[in-house]
Each structure stands twice: as C-alpha cells, then as structure tokens.
C-alpha cells in the first residue's frame, strides 16, 4: 500500500534552515509529481510546491517563492523540502502528497489530485 | 489566484441527518474540484474527485455534485465517524487552492 512518512520538522529560530524529507513506498514513485502542502495550527490547507516526476519542472507558492526548494531523489524514493530564512508564519504542519494528474505529460501536470498524504511534520519558527 | 469559498464554516447536525456543505470557486473551473476529510490530528483523506466521483474505498453515503463554480458536498446519512473538518480544492488553475474549511460536529 502507498506510504508516505515525513521527517526533519523541528523548531527552528527566524531566519534558520531546515530540510524535510518524504521517503515514499508502495508505488512507483518515478513516474509521478509529488507536492507539499502545509497547514498553519488551526488553520486551513496551502499548497506549497510541486515537483515533475522526473524533477525537471517546479511550481512554487509566491509566499514560500525565493526561500523554499523542492527536490527529488528517485533512486531513494524520497521527497525534499529545504527551507531557508524561515519567519514565523511559515509554522505548520507540512505534508508530502502524491498527486494525480489528467494533465500528465503536459506543462499542466502539477494541476493534480491530491490522492496519498502522508502523516505530516511539524515545523516551529520561534526565537 | 482562484478564491475557493466554502459556506458554512462549521456545521453541527444529528447522527443520521442530511448534510451539505457548498463550494464556490471566484471563476469557472469546469469540474476540476476535489473534496477532502481530515479528521484531527491526521492528514487529509480524498474522497470525492473531479466534483462527482468516489474515491475507491469510500462509503457511498458521500457524494459530489456541481460544475463551473458552484458545487456541492453531501453526506447522506451522517454518522459519528464523519466528524471531521471536510475542504474542497480546485486544480482548474495554478496556484493549486483550498476552500477555508468546515468543521463538522454532531449534535
């Protein structure tokens, strides 16, 4: 079955760095675009960045735009989120999620269904 | 950015009710609406995609309707474990957006 575990959250103080890593399974992680999505506590659903299947194509949210880089290594079937200069309002839980395209293969495809998430981490930026 | 709007914003009905809760997006998105459950302290769960179809797995009791900008969620016959916030999210257009939520409670 499809399974997706985040790591590396953490408290971080404004203008610290951190990795998040997704290690996917259950699927054929090469051959799909894969985002995160965050949720600030109490708060709703933003989606953050996406990356093409074979990483040649980002997207990224403009609030995370410049500071955030999304990555991919198919070889270890694991997702990237490197976070730089963080500020408090980037604080949430953020979630890895497989998408699903009708767009595949087009320069749409991170237009996706969100159909696996896995469990999130949680990232604090505080002083 | 398309505004996603998801009316109410919490909601508290009996077991066995009928719920519904609606969705408009700010322009056309044709049917490229998803609906998704999260209960707390876990991650999100499709249920619905493309604004009508059920997601494998999920119990017939949920269902989807709508196109253009205007859609709308349904439980059938509510029941305890459906309490849960529930979102809907367009992919017509890039950014990839949510509706703000509603939080569903028994009453």
């Known amino acids: 079955q499809v399974q997706l575990v985040e790591s590396g959250g953490g408290v971080v103080q404004p203008g610290g760095s951190l990795r998040l890593s997704c290690a996917a399974s259950g699927f054929t992680f090469s051959s799909y675009g894969m985002h995160w999505v965050r949720q600030a506590p109490g708060k709703g659903l933003e989606w953050v960045a996406f990356i093409r299947y074979d990483g040649s194509n980002k997207y990224y949210a403009d609030s995370v735009k410049g500071r955030f880089t999304i990555s991919r290594d198919n070889s270890k079937n694991t997702l990237y989120l490197q976070m730089n200069s963080l500020r408090a309002e980037d604080t949430a839980v953020y979630y890895c999620a497989k998408g699903v395209s009708w767009f595949a293969g087009t320069a749409m495809d991170d237009l996706t269904i969100f159909d696996y998430w896995g469990q999130g981490t949680l990232v604090t930026v505080s002083s | 950015d398309i505004q996603m709007t998801q009316s109410p914003s919490s909601l508290s009905a009996s077991v066995g009710d009928r719920v519904t809760i609606t969705c408009q997006a700010s322009q056309d998105i044709s049917n490229y609406l998803n609906w998704y459950q999260q209960k707390p302290g876990k991650a999100p769960k499709l249920l619905i995609y493309?604004?009508?179809n059920l997601e494998t797995g999920v119990p017939s009791r949920f269902s989807g309707s709508g196109s253009g900008t205007d859609f709308t969620f349904t439980i059938s016959s509510l029941q305890p474990e459906d309490i849960a916030t529930y979102y809907c999210?367009?992919?017509?257009?890039?950014?990839?957006?949510f509706g703000q939520g509603t939080r569903l409670e028994i009453k």
């Open positions: 493309d604004a009508s």
């Open positions: 999210q367009q992919y017509d257009n890039r950014p990839i957006t």
